[in-house]
C-alpha cells in the first residue's frame, strides 16, 4: 500500500510540474505578458490589495425568511385561518391524499405553503385581485414590465422542488424580493384585477427561463421592425411604344461576367455560412443536466377577455411573452387563479407544445372545487336521454351538488397598494442593469441621474461585450426637450432627437462633431418656426434647407461656399463669413400666376454673375421655358452708364409673347433678380449664424443639463415649496394679530370705572345699558347718514333733470350724451343707497339683539346679569 501511494504521489508531483511548464497560447502570452517586464513593489501590492478589497461582486439578493420579515404589524388575517379557510385546507388535503394514491409516480402538489407567519395558506387565496390606479398598469404588458423592474429575483432553494413558503404581494411589495412563484402571485393578482383571465402556473421550464439567463436571448430594444415596403404597380404596356435600341454587347463576356459574379456570390455565401456556425458553436452551451426537471413558475393568459385573441404565456422574471407551444416551457403540473385549482391530467413528453388549456375538460384538467366558472364539455344526445330517465334522481343529485359546493374563501392578503414614489422608481435602488446577447441595459428611476438618462442600450459587436458597437440613452425631464441620443461608435455619427418645446425647435440633429463648418443634418418642427423650415443639411462646403407651407412657395435652397480668403476661428464665422459660389433655389407650384411666369428653380452663379432661371411646365408640356441673365455692373470703368442690351438675356419660351422679348421687361426682371439675389445671401449667411447659436446653445445645455420639475411635484418643486410654506407662515402670522388685535366692546366702558375694583350688580347693569345705548345711537347715525346720501343723491338728479328741461332745445349731442351718462350713473348710486337703507333697516334690531344675548354671556358679566336674563 505504501509503494502504491508513493507511486500515486510521484505521477501526481509529475504532473503539476508539466502543467507548470506548459507553454501558454501565443495569442493568450500576448494578452497577459506586458511589453516592460516590471516588480512589484510592497507598495504596489498593497495599492493592488486596496483596489481589489473596493471592488464589489454582485451576489444573488438572500431570500425571505421568517427571520427577516417583521410580522409584529400584519393583520390578523395574516397569523389565523377562519374556519372556511380550515375547511378549505381539510378538502385540499384529502384532495393531495387522493391524487397521491391515484398518482403514485408523480411529485406532490403544490396546495397550502406557509405564508410570512409560518401560517398554511391555500395558493388561490394568496391571490388579491387589484386594480392599480396608474394607467401603465392597465394593460398586461405594463403590469409584467412593473413587477420585472420592481423585484430582485431571488432563485428557489431547491431548484427541483417547489417551495415550501410563498409570501404576500404585500411583504413582496415591501421587501422588493422573491422567487418566481412570488412574481407570479403578484402579476396575476394585478393581471385579474384589470380584467385578464389570468393563472399562476407550477411547472417546469428551461435553466435560462429559471434563472433569468438572458445572455443568449436578443433585447427586444434591438430588434428592428421590418418595414412593409409597397410593390410598385407596373405601368400597362402602351400600344404604340418606341422599340429599345439594339443591344450590342457581347454576349459572352456578358456569360462570363454572370459566371464571376455567381462564384463571388457563392463565395460570400459560403464565408457568411461558416462565420453562422462559428457563432452558434461558440453560442453553444453544455447540456443541462436537469433538463426537464427544473421547477418555475410563470403565468398562463386565456384568450377571451380583454379582446386577447390567443391564449399565451408570460414569464415574470423578463416580461416577455411566449406562446403556449415554446420549446423553454417543458412541462405544467398545476395551475390556479382567486377561484379554483386545477390539475393537470396530460402528458407532457413534447412539453407544452400538445396541451390544450380547456380547463372546463375533466379528463383533462381535474379541479379542486366544483364552484368553477369554467363550461363543462357537453354531453352527447344518449347521454341527456339517460339521464332525463328520472327526473327525482336528477333533482335529488342536483341538490346533493348544492349542498356539497363549496366556494373559495376570500383573499387572506390585504390590498395590494403602491405608492406613487414606489411607482416612480420601479426598480431596487432606482437602478437594475440586464445583460442580453451582445447587448446590456441599464435603467434608472427618474431624477436619479443628474443629467435625466433613465435607460441606456450598449450594443456590442461580439459576444464577450468588449467591443462597444453603439450606444442609445433615454432621458426625461430635460429643460432642452432630449429624448434620445444614439451614438454609433464605428462610424462616429451621434444623433439627438428632441421632444416638442425646444427653444430652436430641434427635432433631430445628427453629427459627427460639435464644431462648425463640419457635417450634420438638423430637423425642425416646422409648426413651430415662422420660416417653414424642417431640414437643414451642412457639410464643410455647402448647406442645404429644406422649406414647407412658406407663403412664397420657396421649398429648396442649397448654398455652395467657396474658401475663405484669410483664416479665422470657426466659432468667429460672423466677422468674415465664407464667400458665397453659388445659391440654387427651388419653388412649389404658384396657382395664381401662369405656369411660364411661376419660376421653378433659381440658380445665382455669383462667381460667374450670371442668374439662371426655369420655370414651371405647362400641364400637357414636357419642356419648359428658361432664362438666364448675365449680371454686370450698372457702370463701367469710365463711370459711363451701361444700357441693357439684348445679348445679356439668353431665353428659351414655349410659346413666345411679345411683352417678354421687349428689353424694358428684361431690365425690370434683372433688377428684380439683383435684389432677390441680395436677399438670398442674406438669408444664408443668417443661417449659418443660426446654426453657430444652435452650437453654442447645445454647449451650454449639456453643461448644464437642467432638469425641470412639475408643479404638482411638491417633494421635488423648491420653489413651489418655498413659496407655499411662505404663504402659511404669513396667514398664520396674520392669524395671530388678528387675535391679538381683536376689539373689547367692554373696554371703552370698563375704563371709566377704577382701576381693580370688582363690579357690583348695579355697575354691571348700568354697563350693559351704557353698551346697548351707545350701539343704538350707531345704528341710528348709520342710518341717518345712508338717509341724507340718499336725499342729497335724489335732489342733484332733480336739478339735473330740472336744468335738462329748460336747456333741452339749446343742448349739443355731446351734451345730452353727457346728460344720460349722469342720469344713469345717478339713478344707479339712488338705487344702491336705497337697497343699503332697507337692509339696513332689516338688520338692525337683529344686531341689537345679537349684542344684548352677547352681553348677558359676557363671562364678566355673566354671574351678576343671571336675574335679569
Same mark, same amino acid.
Not at 393583520?75 to 372556511?84: A, F, G, M, R, V
Not at 354691571?764 to 341724507?788: G, P, T, W, Y
Given at each position: 500500500m505504501e509503494v502504491l501511494r508513493e507511486k500515486v504521489e510521484e505521477e501526481e508531483e509529475a504532473e503539476r510540474e508539466e502543467r507548470a511548464e506548459r507553454p501558454l497560447r501565443p495569442e493568450k502570452m500576448t494578452k497577459l505578458l506586458p511589453k516592460e517586464t516590471t516588480t512589484l513593489t510592497q507598495e504596489m501590492l498593497r495599492e493592488m490589495e486596496k483596489q481589489l478589497l473596493e471592488i464589489e461582486v454582485p451576489i444573488p439578493g438572500e431570500p425571505l425568511t421568517k427571520n427577516s420579515v417583521d410580522i409584529t404589524k400584519l393583520p390578523l388575517s395574516y397569523k389565523i385561518n377562519t374556519p372556511k379557510e380550515e375547511q378549505l385546507l381539510q378538502v385540499a388535503n384529502n384532495f393531495s391524499r387522493q391524487y397521491s394514491h391515484l398518482c403514485p409516480d408523480r411529485v406532490p402538489l403544490l396546495l397550502y405553503p406557509l405564508n410570512e407567519c409560518q401560517v398554511p395558506k391555500f395558493v388561490s387565496t394568496t391571490i388579491r385581485p387589484t386594480l392599480m390606479p396608474y394607467p401603465d398598469l392597465y394593460n398586461w404588458d405594463g403590469c409584467a414590465q412593473f413587477v420585472s423592474d420592481f423585484l430582485t429575483m431571488v432563485p428557489l432553494p431547491d431548484p427541483l422542488k417547489p417551495p415550501t413558503d410563498l409570501y404576500s404581494s404585500t411583504t413582496v411589495l415591501k421587501y422588493q424580493k422573491g422567487n418566481c412563484f412570488d412574481f407570479s402571485t403578484l402579476l396575476c393578482s394585478m393581471l385579474i384585477g384589470s380584467g385578464y383571465d389570468a393563472y399562476c402556473v407550477n411547472g417546469y421550464a428551461s435553466l435560462d427561463l429559471c434563472l433569468m439567463d438572458l445572455t443568449r436571448e436578443v433585447c427586444p430594444l434591438t430588434v428592428k421592425i421590418k418595414e412593409i415596403v409597397p410593390e410598385k404597380e407596373k405601368a400597362p404596356p402602351k400600344k404604340y411604344a418606341i422599340k429599345p435600341p439594339r443591344d450590342l454587347s457581347s454576349r459572352f463576356e456578358h456569360e462570363q461576367e454572370t459566371k464571376k459574379q455567381e462564384e463571388m456570390k457563392a463565395a460570400e455565401e459560403k464565408r457568411l455560412r461558416d462565420e453562422e456556425e462559428r457563432l452558434l458553436e461558440a453560442e453553444k452551451v453544455a447540456p443541462d443536466s436537469l433538463h426537464g426537471l427544473r421547477v418555475h413558475s410563470w403565468v398562463l393568459v386565456l384568450s377571451g377577455k380583454r379582446e386577447v385573441p390567443e391564449s399565451f404565456f408570460i414569464d415574470p422574471f423578463t416580461a416577455r411573452s411566449y406562446s403556449t407551444k415554446d420549446e423553454h416551457f417543458l412541462g405544467i403540473e398545476s395551475l390556479w387563479n382567486h377561484k379554483n385549482y386545477w390539475v393537470n391530467m396530460q402528458d407532457c413528453w413534447n412539453g407544452c407544445k400538445d396541451l390544450v388549456f380547456d380547463l372546463g375538460d375533466p379528463v383533462r384538467w381535474e379541479f379542486l372545487l366544483l364552484g368553477t366558472d369554467k363550461p363543462h364539455l357537453m354531453m352527447s344526445e344518449e347521454d341527456e336521454d339517460g339521464l332525463n330517465d328520472d327526473d327525482d334522481d336528477v333533482e335529488n343529485l342536483g341538490k346533493e351538488d348544492e349542498e356539497k359546493n363549496f366556494d373559495m374563501p376570500h383573499s387572506w392578503v390585504e390590498q395590494i397598494e403602491i405608492s406613487p414614489e414606489a411607482f416612480e422608481t420601479r426598480c431596487p435602488n432606482g437602478e437594475k442593469v440586464i445583460q442580453y446577447k451582445k447587448a446590456k441595459l441599464e435603467k434608472w428611476a427618474p431624477y436619479?441621474?443628474?443629467?435625466?438618462?433613465?435607460?441606456?442600450?450598449?450594443?456590442?459587436?461580439?459576444?464577450?461585450?468588449?467591443?462597444?458597437?453603439?450606444?442609445?440613452?433615454?432621458?426625461?425631464? @430635460?429643460?432642452?426637450?432630449?429624448?434620445?441620443?444614439?451614438?454609433?461608435?464605428?462610424?462616429?455619427?451621434?444623433?439627438?432627437?428632441?421632444?416638442?418645446?425646444?427653444?430652436?425647435?430641434?427635432?433631430?440633429?445628427?453629427?459627427?462633431?460639435?464644431?462648425?463648418?463640419?457635417?450634420?443634418?438638423?430637423?425642425?418642427?416646422?409648426?413651430?418656426?415662422?420660416?417653414?423650415?424642417?431640414?437643414?443639411?451642412?457639410?464643410?462646403?455647402?448647406?442645404?434647407?429644406?422649406?414647407?407651407?412658406?407663403?412664397?412657395?420657396?421649398?429648396?435652397?442649397?448654398?455652395?461656399?467657396?474658401?475663405?480668403?484669410?483664416?479665422?476661428?470657426?466659432?468667429?464665422?460672423?466677422?468674415?463669413?465664407?464667400?458665397?459660389?453659388?445659391?440654387?433655389? %427651388?419653388?412649389?407650384?404658384? !396657382?395664381?400666376?401662369?405656369?411660364?411666369?411661376?419660376?421653378?428653380?433659381?440658380?445665382?452663379?455669383?462667381?460667374?454673375?450670371?442668374?439662371?432661371?426655369?420655370?414651371?411646365?405647362?400641364?400637357?408640356?414636357?419642356?419648359?421655358?428658361?432664362?438666364?441673365?448675365? @449680371?454686370?455692373?450698372?457702370?463701367?470703368?469710365?463711370?459711363?452708364?451701361?444700357?441693357?442690351?439684348?445679348?445679356?438675356?439668353?431665353?428659351?419660351?414655349?410659346?413666345?409673347?411679345?411683352?417678354?422679348?421687349?428689353?424694358?421687361? %428684361?431690365?425690370? &426682371?434683372?433688377?428684380?433678380?439683383?435684389?432677390?439675389?441680395?436677399?438670398?445671401?442674406?438669408?444664408?449667411?443668417?443661417?449659418?449664424?443660426?446654426?453657430?447659436?444652435?452650437?453654442?446653445? @447645445?454647449?451650454?445645455?449639456?453643461? &448644464?443639463?437642467?432638469?425641470?420639475?412639475?408643479?404638482?411635484?411638491?417633494?421635488?418643486?423648491?420653489?413651489?415649496?418655498?413659496?407655499?410654506?411662505?404663504?402659511? @407662515?404669513?396667514?398664520?402670522?396674520?392669524?395671530?394679530?388678528?387675535?391679538?388685535?381683536?376689539?373689547?366692546?367692554?373696554?371703552?366702558?370698563?375704563?371709566?370705572? !377704577?382701576?381693580?375694583?370688582?363690579?357690583?350688580?348695579?355697575?354691571?347693569?348700568?354697563?350693559?345699558?351704557?353698551?346697548?345705548?351707545?350701539?343704538?345711537?350707531r345704528l341710528i347715525n348709520k342710518a341717518n347718514l345712508i338717509q341724507a346720501r340718499f336725499e342729497k343723491e335724489t335732489q342733484e338728479l332733480q336739478k339735473k333733470q330740472q336744468w335738462y328741461q329748460e336747456n333741452q332745445v339749446t343742448l349739443t349731442s355731446e351734451d345730452e350724451d353727457l346728460y344720460l351718462s349722469y342720469c344713469s350713473q345717478a339713478m344707479f348710486r339712488i338705487r344702491i343707497l336705497e337697497q343699503r337703507l332697507n337692509r339696513h333697516k332689516e338688520l338692525a334690531p337683529l344686531k341689537y339683539l345679537a349684542l344684548e344675548e352677547k352681553l348677558y354671556k359676557d363671562p364678566r358679566l355673566t354671574e351678576l346679569l343671571k336675574v335679569f336674563a
Amino acid at each position: 500500500m505504501e509503494v502504491l501511494r508513493e507511486k500515486v504521489e510521484e505521477e501526481e508531483e509529475a504532473e503539476r510540474e508539466e502543467r507548470a511548464e506548459r507553454p501558454l497560447r501565443p495569442e493568450k502570452m500576448t494578452k497577459l505578458l506586458p511589453k516592460e517586464t516590471t516588480t512589484l513593489t510592497q507598495e504596489m501590492l498593497r495599492e493592488m490589495e486596496k483596489q481589489l478589497l473596493e471592488i464589489e461582486v454582485p451576489i444573488p439578493g438572500e431570500p425571505l425568511t421568517k427571520n427577516s420579515v417583521d410580522i409584529t404589524k400584519l393583520p390578523l388575517s395574516y397569523k389565523i385561518n377562519t374556519p372556511k379557510e380550515e375547511q378549505l385546507l381539510q378538502v385540499a388535503n384529502n384532495f393531495s391524499r387522493q391524487y397521491s394514491h391515484l398518482c403514485p409516480d408523480r411529485v406532490p402538489l403544490l396546495l397550502y405553503p406557509l405564508n410570512e407567519c409560518q401560517v398554511p395558506k391555500f395558493v388561490s387565496t394568496t391571490i388579491r385581485p387589484t386594480l392599480m390606479p396608474y394607467p401603465d398598469l392597465y394593460n398586461w404588458d405594463g403590469c409584467a414590465q412593473f413587477v420585472s423592474d420592481f423585484l430582485t429575483m431571488v432563485p428557489l432553494p431547491d431548484p427541483l422542488k417547489p417551495p415550501t413558503d410563498l409570501y404576500s404581494s404585500t411583504t413582496v411589495l415591501k421587501y422588493q424580493k422573491g422567487n418566481c412563484f412570488d412574481f407570479s402571485t403578484l402579476l396575476c393578482s394585478m393581471l385579474i384585477g384589470s380584467g385578464y383571465d389570468a393563472y399562476c402556473v407550477n411547472g417546469y421550464a428551461s435553466l435560462d427561463l429559471c434563472l433569468m439567463d438572458l445572455t443568449r436571448e436578443v433585447c427586444p430594444l434591438t430588434v428592428k421592425i421590418k418595414e412593409i415596403v409597397p410593390e410598385k404597380e407596373k405601368a400597362p404596356p402602351k400600344k404604340y411604344a418606341i422599340k429599345p435600341p439594339r443591344d450590342l454587347s457581347s454576349r459572352f463576356e456578358h456569360e462570363q461576367e454572370t459566371k464571376k459574379q455567381e462564384e463571388m456570390k457563392a463565395a460570400e455565401e459560403k464565408r457568411l455560412r461558416d462565420e453562422e456556425e462559428r457563432l452558434l458553436e461558440a453560442e453553444k452551451v453544455a447540456p443541462d443536466s436537469l433538463h426537464g426537471l427544473r421547477v418555475h413558475s410563470w403565468v398562463l393568459v386565456l384568450s377571451g377577455k380583454r379582446e386577447v385573441p390567443e391564449s399565451f404565456f408570460i414569464d415574470p422574471f423578463t416580461a416577455r411573452s411566449y406562446s403556449t407551444k415554446d420549446e423553454h416551457f417543458l412541462g405544467i403540473e398545476s395551475l390556479w387563479n382567486h377561484k379554483n385549482y386545477w390539475v393537470n391530467m396530460q402528458d407532457c413528453w413534447n412539453g407544452c407544445k400538445d396541451l390544450v388549456f380547456d380547463l372546463g375538460d375533466p379528463v383533462r384538467w381535474e379541479f379542486l372545487l366544483l364552484g368553477t366558472d369554467k363550461p363543462h364539455l357537453m354531453m352527447s344526445e344518449e347521454d341527456e336521454d339517460g339521464l332525463n330517465d328520472d327526473d327525482d334522481d336528477v333533482e335529488n343529485l342536483g341538490k346533493e351538488d348544492e349542498e356539497k359546493n363549496f366556494d373559495m374563501p376570500h383573499s387572506w392578503v390585504e390590498q395590494i397598494e403602491i405608492s406613487p414614489e414606489a411607482f416612480e422608481t420601479r426598480c431596487p435602488n432606482g437602478e437594475k442593469v440586464i445583460q442580453y446577447k451582445k447587448a446590456k441595459l441599464e435603467k434608472w428611476a427618474p431624477y436619479l441621474n443628474s443629467k435625466g438618462l433613465v435607460c441606456r442600450l450598449t450594443t456590442y459587436e461580439d459576444l464577450e461585450c468588449t467591443k462597444i458597437c453603439e450606444i442609445k440613452e433615454w432621458y426625461q425631464n @430635460r429643460e432642452d426637450m432630449l429624448e434620445l441620443r444614439h451614438v454609433n461608435k464605428t462610424t462616429g455619427l451621434n444623433i439627438d432627437y428632441f421632444k416638442p418645446g425646444h427653444p430652436q425647435a430641434l427635432r433631430v440633429h445628427s453629427y459627427k462633431s460639435m464644431l462648425p463648418e463640419n457635417d450634420r443634418t438638423m430637423e425642425f418642427y416646422e409648426s413651430a418656426r415662422v420660416d417653414g423650415l424642417i431640414k437643414r443639411e451642412e457639410t464643410s462646403t455647402t448647406m442645404t434647407e429644406y422649406f414647407q407651407g412658406r407663403p412664397d412657395f420657396l421649398s429648396y435652397r442649397h448654398v455652395k461656399f467657396g474658401p475663405r480668403v484669410k483664416k479665422i476661428p470657426l466659432n468667429n464665422a460672423e466677422a468674415n463669413p465664407r464667400p458665397l459660389v453659388k445659391i440654387i433655389e %427651388q419653388f412649389c407650384r404658384n !396657382p395664381a400666376k401662369p405656369a411660364d411666369e411661376d419660376v421653378a428653380e433659381r440658380v445665382f452663379l455669383i462667381m460667374d454673375e450670371r442668374i439662371q432661371l426655369r420655370y414651371h411646365c405647362r400641364d400637357d408640356y414636357i419642356t419648359a421655358s428658361k432664362r438666364e441673365f448675365l @449680371r454686370r455692373t450698372e457702370v463701367d470703368s469710365k463711370g459711363n452708364k451701361i444700357i441693357m442690351t439684348s445679348d445679356m438675356c439668353i431665353s428659351f419660351e414655349v410659346e413666345p409673347m411679345e411683352h417678354t422679348k421687349k428689353l424694358l421687361y %428684361q431690365y425690370e &426682371t434683372m433688377m428684380h433678380l439683383k435684389s432677390e439675389e441680395k436677399l438670398s445671401r442674406h438669408q444664408a449667411w443668417e443661417s449659418e449664424l443660426e446654426v453657430l447659436e444652435i452650437l453654442k446653445l @447645445r454647449e451650454e445645455e449639456e453643461e &448644464t443639463h437642467a432638469l425641470t420639475i412639475s408643479i404638482y411635484d411638491t417633494k421635488r418643486n423648491e420653489k413651489s415649496k418655498e413659496y407655499r410654506e411662505a404663504m402659511e @407662515r404669513v396667514m398664520h402670522e396674520e392669524h395671530l394679530r388678528q387675535m391679538e388685535t381683536q376689539l373689547d366692546y367692554l373696554a371703552p366702558f370698563l375704563a371709566q370705572l !377704577p382701576p381693580g375694583e370688582k363690579l357690583t350688580r348695579w355697575q354691571a347693569v348700568h354697563l350693559k345699558d351704557e353698551c346697548l345705548s351707545d350701539f343704538k345711537q350707531r345704528l341710528i347715525n348709520k342710518a341717518n347718514l345712508i338717509q341724507a346720501r340718499f336725499e342729497k343723491e335724489t335732489q342733484e338728479l332733480q336739478k339735473k333733470q330740472q336744468w335738462y328741461q329748460e336747456n333741452q332745445v339749446t343742448l349739443t349731442s355731446e351734451d345730452e350724451d353727457l346728460y344720460l351718462s349722469y342720469c344713469s350713473q345717478a339713478m344707479f348710486r339712488i338705487r344702491i343707497l336705497e337697497q343699503r337703507l332697507n337692509r339696513h333697516k332689516e338688520l338692525a334690531p337683529l344686531k341689537y339683539l345679537a349684542l344684548e344675548e352677547k352681553l348677558y354671556k359676557d363671562p364678566r358679566l355673566t354671574e351678576l346679569l343671571k336675574v335679569f336674563a
